[in-house]
């Protein structure tokens, strides 16, 4: 029998809640551990909430396993971690303003450096405290996103040279198209010739990374020492083609409980618009979730769910607070029965990539927008 360890939200009345299984993160973790090399460390992405899952929940399992840094997007993220005890170092992938600095050294987080004022400030507080400061330099090899370009990284490096209490302790970037392996290599090509450059230099760096999950299992030649793994970690593909190469076990089921069974006529309306006409005399059921709780109103009259071992199709438009499915054809449905909106009962599944085609959005916006009033229930096996 399964072990609930423990909920997030200790009281709730909505039965409507997620489901957590640390057992999948293990399963995942060693899974991408036959991709890498010994000397290849992990560092998964915890930001967002973990993807959704719980950023502390999360952050402490997978230092339970042996994880030796977390990778978190935002100075609150980090201030999270610490102040519940989270003490593996924290590496921040995004930019950071002067003004969050202190707080930065304070909470013992590493940021990433983009540009010569945060540096600038950043050794100036270190020097005020007398200590040295970690952080890491990000290269723009495509990305356009934050980061030094490429062409002037060599340069940026050189006036880092003065900063005498700053310790420059990795190297990184960031693919823009993983799944492109054209425009990969070239990413890769800027990114060597930036780091063979810097180690001419006299520069030498802790971490190197760049590969996210599809380049970590696509390209050996992007992991250097550490990887950054997200949406894997979780157990969703980046990429269907990766279904071929490696298993992954999702970590999070969304369900909820029939609370409303009404049978209607033929001709019938289902929810706001009258989107859905009933063709038939019909038992419709009502659910207590919708978009208000993240279960997208672009699933209307497109999602499905599952119910006693059977699909049933969302019908209608979805509600803030409640979506209606169509359960005319599944036997002994009752008042209370549970409903599997993302996960596996019996031999059906409901995957994050799936309600991602449907809605044209990605699995990761699935994960993240799961919202705060549902609850998190964690176990493990």
């Known amino acids: 029998m399964e072990q609930i360890i423990e ?79 989270v003490g593996v170092p924290l590496f921040i992938l995004g930019n950071v303003f002067p003004e969050e600095l202190e707080t930065v050294v304070e909470y013992n987080l ?46 940026f490096f050189l006036k880092l040279k003065e900063l005498n209490h700053l310790v420059i302790d990795g190297l990184w970037t960031h693919f823009a198209s993983a799944e492109d392996e054209e425009f990969t290599r ?12 810097l180690k001419q230099l006299g520069f030498n760096f802790y971490h190197i990374h760049s590969a996210n999950s599809l380049a970590l299992f696509r390209n050996k030649e992007t992991h250097f020492n550490l990887v950054r793994p997200g ?7 980046p990429e269907n083609s990766l279904r071929e190469i490696v298993e992954l076990k999702p970590a999070m089921s969304l369900k909820t409980r029939i609370v409303f069974l009404k049978r209607v006529s033929q001709g019938y309306p289902i929810s706001y618009g009258r989107t859905f006409i009933t063709s038939r005399e019909s038992i419709i059921a009502t659910l207590p979730i919708g978009y208000g709780d993240g279960y997208s109103w672009l699933l209307s009259n497109k999602g499905r769910v599952i119910v006693k071992g059977n699909y049933a199709p969302v019908v209608g438009r979805v509600c803030m607070d ?42 990761y916006e699935i994960l993240c927008r799961i919202g705060s009033r549902i609850p998190r229930i964690y176990k493990d096996g």
């Open 110 to 155: 590493i940021p990433t450096l983009c540009n010569l004022e945060v540096a600038k400030r950043l050794d100036e507080i270190a020097r005020e405290k007398n200590i040295f400061v970690k952080a890491e330099v990000k290269v723009d090899t495509g990305m356009g996103r934050i980061g030094v370009l490429y062409t002037e990284t060599l340069d």
């Open 7 to 85: 909920t997030k939200i200790k009281k709730y009345s909505r039965p409507t809640w997620a489901e957590v299984d640390f057992s999948s993160f293990r399963f995942n973790l060693n899974q991408i551990k036959r991709f890498l090399s010994p000397e290849v460390k992990i560092m998964p992405v915890v930001k967002a909430d973990a993807y959704g899952h719980g950023l502390v929940e999360v952050s402490n399992y997978l230092v339970s396993q042996g994880i030796e840094q977390l990778g978190i997007a935002t100075v609150d993220e980090g201030i999270e971690l610490r102040e519940k005890g």
């Open 322 to 363: 409640q979506t209606m499915i169509d359960v005319t054809d599944i036997p002994g449905v009752s008042l209370g029965e549970e409903v599997v909106l993302l996960g596996r009962q019996g031999g059906l599944e409901i995957t994050a990539e799936e309600l991602a085609n449907l809605s044209g959005t990605i699995p």
């Open 186 to 197: 070239i990413q890769l090509l800027r990114f060597n010739f930036v780091f063979g450059g």
């Open 231 to 237: 949406l894997s970690i979780y157990g969703v593909y």
